[in-house]
């Protein structure tokens, strides 16, 4: 076995992370020389910060983020020119559409706060999209930004918004709380990109050893989900706190669909991808005039 080192990793906290769980506990990286330093990110603009600067040379993110970087409208600004790889294909989304107790339905909402991540950039477009196809333009909505999806969890808990966008499990915790899923991104996206792998061309090209055996482990770490569900309920409740076997049971039936599912093939979903940048030439003036240029990499 090669020792290579420790290998920085940036990602959100939640149950799309089980495959890296997994890889991490039961020694997959560890066996192909690598150690994996994982930062739990508190939002889209720290993380983004570190994968700018180079301390997180591999990120888990919303493909949104990806293609904000490369047009350098991220939150922030790219000296020189973007040189983002998406290496991986995560999900896509596992986004609901969660109220506080009380509120119905869709128009319950209006004039209500609404947390997001960031305004103008990751998961919030499809909100603004859930919410444009049932009358409410992004002007007529008040936007707050509050983090990640487990702060935004805690947010909603506490009243300090009405309503946000949660990612599996926290939308089966929200709903025993007594929370409402309203709406679901598959209502109205057939096909969307949600988390991607993405590193940088030119820490790729220094370090192709490194950049292949995370994806081997993280693929055999997938692969050890599928074939062992209550070892896999087991690490989700041992990482997402409040969660009791049955809602672990029915985080990985969500998370391990063969359909709307984790990639079972890691591969990007083109499709998602143009429905990615189809919300942010509708969203964002600014986008409409510049192109991404985008870069998927396979072949490791």
Not at 269 to 286: T, W
Request: aromatic share 8%; net charge neutral; hydrophobic share 45%.
């Amino acid at each position: 076995m090669t020792d290579w080192g420790h290998l920085p990793v940036c990602v959100f906290d939640g149950g799309w992370n089980l495959p890296l769980w997994a890889a991490i506990e039961q020694g997959f990286f560890e066996q192909r020389g690598l150690a994996i330093d994982l930062t739990l990110t508190p939002s889209s603009r720290a993380m983004m910060q570190g994968f700018a600067e180079g301390r997180y040379p591999l990120i888990l993110v919303s493909a949104d983020n990806v293609v904000a970087f490369q047009q350098n409208l991220a939150e922030v600004p790219v000296d020189g020119e973007p040189d983002a790889v998406i290496v991986l294909g995560g999900d896509a989304g596992f986004l609901s559409l969660v109220a506080g107790p009380g509120l119905l339905t869709l128009d319950d909402l209006r004039g209500r706060v609404l947390a997001v991540d960031a305004p103008d950039t990751g998961f919030a477009l499809v909100l603004y999209e859930l919410l444009g196809r049932a009358g409410q333009p992004r002007s007529s909505l008040r936007i707050e930004s509050q983090g990640s999806t487990e702060q935004r969890y805690q947010s909603l808990l506490a009243g300090r918004c009405a309503a946000t966008l949660l990612r599996t499990p926290y939308e089966l915790l929200a709903a025993q709380q007594g929370c409402r899923v309203l709406a679901r991104s598959a209502d109205v996206l057939a096909h969307y990109q949600g988390t991607v792998g993405a590193t940088r061309q030119a820490w790729a090209e220094q370090h192709p050893r490194e950049l292949k055996a995370f994806l081997q482990a993280y693929r055999q770490g997938l692969a050890w989900c599928r074939r062992q569900p209550a070892a896999a309920c087991a690490l989700l409740q041992a990482h997402v706190p409040g969660l009791d076997p049955a809602l672990a049971r029915a985080a990985y039936g969500l998370l391990l669909d063969p359909v709307h599912g984790l990639s079972a093939d890691l591969a990007v979903d083109r499709q998602g991808m143009q429905a990615v940048a189809a919300l942010r030439q509708r969203y964002l003036p600014a986008a409409r005039e510049r192109q991404a240029r985008m870069t998927y990499r396979a072949d490791w």
